[in-house]
């Protein structure tokens, strides 16, 4: 069965520092993988995703993301964050030949001025 | 980007009544709709697919008398929910597939149902 984690319920960062969420998924064989962030009293906005090629994927608001197939990871990060990328992330996959999206559980991303 | 809306942002509703909410994609024409149920600090939960012309794939224990939907165009996608009860309250969310293969899908903002 596909799965995703995401590890952390909460992320704390101080503005201009890099920022990490975590990513893991399960699924048969290879994987799409996106993440989406949900500011508060807003819908869903997709931020990137990994279909094939370049395992370092660059997304919106100058997030990106790495593909790790060995890890089974795809974390987001951010070389240095901004309070206004305070919001909800999740990370989602559809498997090979699939058709749902499967979401993580949601990580909440703090940061402070 | 995609452009999708959801129409009520809020509703109230009485015990036993029925809300009808609308899903619509704004710049594309989408033959396939998702709807989800997100409760409070917890995920999307996958309630149905919405297929263009054809019934609704509900998952697993969602009951499809109750949460009816229908896809009557390519760019409208209704969700009712029947006979409401307190438990039915919350945030309702539905997205519209991307089109030529890129398999990310486009977010409604969301609409917050509160039964009384």
């Known amino acids: 069965a596909q799965s995703v984690a995401q590890p952390e319920d909460q992320v704390n960062v101080a503005e201009g520092n890099p920022l990490t969420v975590k990513c893991t998924y399960s699924v048969s064989g290879n994987p799409y993988l996106f993440w989406y962030v949900q500011y508060p009293n807003r819908g869903l906005q997709f931020l990137l995703k990994?279909?094939?090629?370049?395992?370092l994927v660059k997304g919106s608001y100058g997030f990106e993301a790495e593909f790790n197939k060995s890890q089974t990871s795809f974390h987001l990060k951010k070389p240095s964050a901004l309070v206004s990328d305070s919001a909800l992330y999740f990370c989602a996959v559809i498997a090979l030949g699939g058709f749902k999206t499967i979401f993580g559980a949601g990580t909440r991303l703090f940061v402070k001025a | 980007g995609a452009v999708v809306s959801q129409h009520p942002s809020w509703v109230i509703c009485k015990s036993g009544t029925s809300v009808k909410i609308e899903c619509r994609s704004l710049?594309?024409?989408?033959?396939?709709m998702f709807w989800y149920r997100q409760f409070p600090k917890q995920s999307l939960m996958l309630m149905a697919t919405?297929?263009?012309?054809?019934?609704?794939?509900?998952e697993q224990g969602v009951e499809k008398d109750k949460f009816l939907i229908n896809h009557a165009s390519l760019t409208l996608s209704t969700l009712t929910v029947t006979s409401a009860h307190p438990e039915d309250s919350s945030f309702y969310i539905c997205s519209a597939g991307g089109s030529g293969g890129t398999y990310e899908q486009y977010f409604g903002p969301g609409t917050r149902l509160t039964v009384t």
């Open positions: 990994y279909i094939t090629g370049d395992n």
């Open positions: 919405s297929n263009e012309g054809s019934k609704a794939t509900y």
């Open positions: 710049d594309f024409q989408a033959t396939t």
